[in-house]
């Protein structure tokens, strides 16, 4: 994983100093306009600040002392806002600082000439688009582009923090590279495919900055309502000041209520607690998100992350290991199997794959054969094509093949000979059980069949369950045949599969999906899966992919690990609750609050409100600045959980709902409670009220 990805601690020393320092910078009224609620919170510091200035020179019934107390906290429950904000921005700006130590100034050695491969030394920002560059082992690539010519190991530890080189070549789906990253082998020609200051790593930096991070929609939803009962609790505020000042001069006792009273009233009531941390929640979500060394496009994906409810998802490297493995030999009738391993190994020689080894490693492993050596002997290898499908060797008048069965049974007829119905039917039987068969011939005859097998991952079909009961559908992607896939569906546990997937059916299976009001999150990094990708409400890009297929995702995975799409969906549905249960938290410990407030303001002028006083605070004047201190402190106390997220489980939306109405709803309910007593004991202790 990334350095810069996992050590980004909440709370070191020069985060918070300059947290800090940001959260005063943010008391600009350009920012505080940014959220309604926090900028009524701020009127009201900017007016209790009047009043305290005001008493100082003019009578005004309050002791200079309690406004000034009161409308100190005030300021701080902006500041703290502007510090849960500030915090996790830090965070964000950390990782893109990380990012842009690593990157350097290059020089490009651009191509002037193709054929005589003449090249002209210029400064990587000059290059343009479709500008061919020549890049040798040890130097840096210039710019994000395409491989055109050229087979080299790319460092790309400046990306993805992986020490381990990549392979990066012409063609194919592993033709892109990214600019900053080093070439450590051979060499490479680069079609470069954007303009300076657009490269991915740059777009990398911009994405992990908190403060560039655009405001989703369930959240601007949010922080609409939230709005909405601001202006709500601000009118019933407004129309108290003549309701008291018409009940005192109607029964002749009591006193009006104060500004600073209505005020502090009016800061309590309001959504504040959610209204200071919503913006830190949503940069917080997406910077777990870049610490898992996933780069989102915008808030919007992650957030369609935690609503996904179909997830489609590679067999090849996301469910299965990814290289298919010998696992058995199964002679035909009359063969003997060390025969059949025999050839099977001499048919694989010049057989490179991972399935070819394979196969030279179980003949080893079943019978000792070690690998032959053909010198001073006459042969021929016939290398795999996908014309024939089939590879072999002609060794002194021998015709060895392996191959397709298919292919194998078509080339043993062409030599005059058939295949047995028993191997034909061994052939069939290894395909339903989702293993591959290929068969291996000599000549005219067939010696039987060797059994490739995709192994599933481990802990695999545990991951399927957990996604599963958190009511998401998973569906299997593969180019494999109906027997084969639903063979591997079934024992790794997926819902659904599609076989012999091409890009049109890719693209059709999403579109069914969302007609029937599903979102759908799928991984990809072939040119191909492009299209799907795009379509998807939730795509997660390969960083080893093409160009077209990061292009086409709305996040890229740094670290090309298919199976992440199940942590990013956990990240989302982290954030969502997060959201959730401090809005139900903000909530709910407002009651208290009414409790506080109300007979402090009024019960002079109503003693029956005075019953309401359950918490029997020390007076008027301790009970007001209790309930301001602790609706400042609570901001401050569930920052580290904005930050960090509340810990997501994988059960049922109907039980995730009661944990979160008794956790924080209750818990929003009676902290409040205890907090604004244990304050107004301090403050009776201490003298202060």
């Known amino acids: ?219 601007i939803a949010l922080a609409i309502l939230l709005a909405a009962l601001t202006l709500v609790f601000l009118l019933v505020v407004a129309t108290l000041l003549p309701f008291s000042r018409y009940s005192v001069e109607a029964s002749g006792q009591g006193r009006p209520i104060t500004l600073t009273v209505l005020t502090a009233l009016f800061v309590c009531l309001a959504p504040t607690t959610i209204g200071a941390l919503l913006s830190a929640i949503g940069i917080a979500g997406m910077n777990r998100l870049s610490r898992a060394n996933v780069i989102a496009m915008s808030g919007r994906a992650v957030e369609a992350a935690g609503d996904v409810d179909v997830l489609l998802l590679d067999k090849t490297g996301t469910i299965t290991l990814g290289d298919r493995q010998a696992t058995r030999f199964h002679p035909a009738e009359g063969v003997s199997e060390r025969d059949l391993a025999e050839a099977a190994q001499v048919a694989s020689i010049a057989d490179e794959t991972p399935e070819g080894r394979s196969i030279a490693v179980l003949a080893k492993t079943r019978f000792g054969l070690r690998g032959h050596d053909l010198q001073g002997r006459e042969h021929e290898f016939v290398p795999f094509t996908a014309n024939t499908r089939m590879s072999g060797v002609d060794l002194e008048g021998r015709v060895i093949r392996k191959g397709a069965a298919d292919a194998v049974d078509r080339h043993i007829r062409d030599q005059g000979g058939t295949t047995p119905a028993s191997l034909q039917e061994e052939v069939r039987r290894i395909s339903r059980s989702g293993g591959t068969p290929l068969v291996v011939s000599r000549d005219a005859q067939a010696l039987g069949v060797i059994e490739l097998k995709d192994v599933v991952k481990g802990g695999i079909k545990e991951r399927f369950s957990e996604l599963r009961r958190m009511g998401i559908k998973t569906v299997m992607i593969t180019g494999d045949n109906p027997l084969t896939a639903a063979a591997i569906a079934a024992e790794a546990g997926v819902d659904d599969f599609l076989a012999e997937a091409t890009p049109e059916a890719k693209l059709a299976l999403i579109r069914e999906y969302q007609k029937g009001g599903r979102l759908v999150a799928m ?147 009676i902290v409040p409670f205890v907090g604004i007593k244990a304050i107004d004991t301090l403050l009776w202790a201490i003298g202060i009220a």
Do not use: C
């Open 523 to 669: 991984t990809g990094d072939g040119t191909n899966d492009a299209p799907a990708l795009a379509q998807a409400d939730v795509a997660v890009a390969m960083n080893t992919g093409t160009q077209a297929a990061k292009e086409a995702g709305n996040m890229v995975d740094l670290d090309s690990n298919p199976t992440k799409l199940i942590e990013v969906v956990n990240i989302g549905k982290q954030l969502l609750m997060t959201r959730g249960a401090l809005t139900t938290f903000s909530i709910a410990n407002d009651v208290a609050k009414y409790f506080a407030i109300l007979p402090a303001a009024f019960a002079a002028t109503f003693p029956v409100l005075k019953s309401l006083d359950v918490m029997r605070l020390s007076s008027p004047a301790s009970a007001v600045l209790s309930a301001v201190i602790f609706n400042a402190l609570i901001i401050i106390a569930l920052v580290p959980l904005a930050l960090k997220g509340v810990r997501y489980r994988p059960v049922g939306a109907a039980q995730i709902l009661r944990d979160n109405l008794l956790v924080y709803g209750l818990g929003g309910l």
């Open 1 to 219: 994983m990334t350095p810069h990805a996992r050590q980004s601690p909440a709370f070191d020393r020069k985060l918070f100093l300059e947290a800090t320092r940001d959260s005063f910078l943010k008391l600009a009224p350009r920012n505080q306009l940014r959220n309604p609620v926090m900028f009524a919170v701020y009127l009201g510091s900017l007016l209790t600040t009047w009043l305290w200035i005001r008493s100082l020179t003019t009578p005004t019934g309050e002791p200079s002392g309690f406004i000034l107390g009161v409308g100190a906290w005030l300021w701080f429950t902006v500041l703290f806002a502007n510090f849960a904000e500030a915090i996790a921005e830090g965070n964000g700006k950390a990782q893109a600082a990380s990012l842009r130590r690593s990157r350097t100034e290059v020089v490009a050695r651009r191509l002037v000439d193709r054929r005589a491969r003449t090249t002209e030394d210029v400064p990587a920002p000059d290059l343009k688009v479709d500008d061919l560059v020549m890049v040798h082992a040890g130097e840096i690539i210039p710019a994000d582009g395409e491989v055109v010519e050229g087979v080299a190991s790319v460092d790309e530890s400046a990306i993805t923090g992986e020490s381990a080189p990549v392979v990066r070549e012409s063609g194919g789906d592993r033709s892109a590279v990214t600019g900053g990253t080093r070439v450590i082998s051979d060499w490479l020609l680069i079609r470069v495919s954007t303009l300076p200051g657009e490269s991915f790593l740059d777009r990398m930096i911009a994405m992990v900055e908190g403060a560039k991070r655009q405001k989703t929609p369930n959240e």
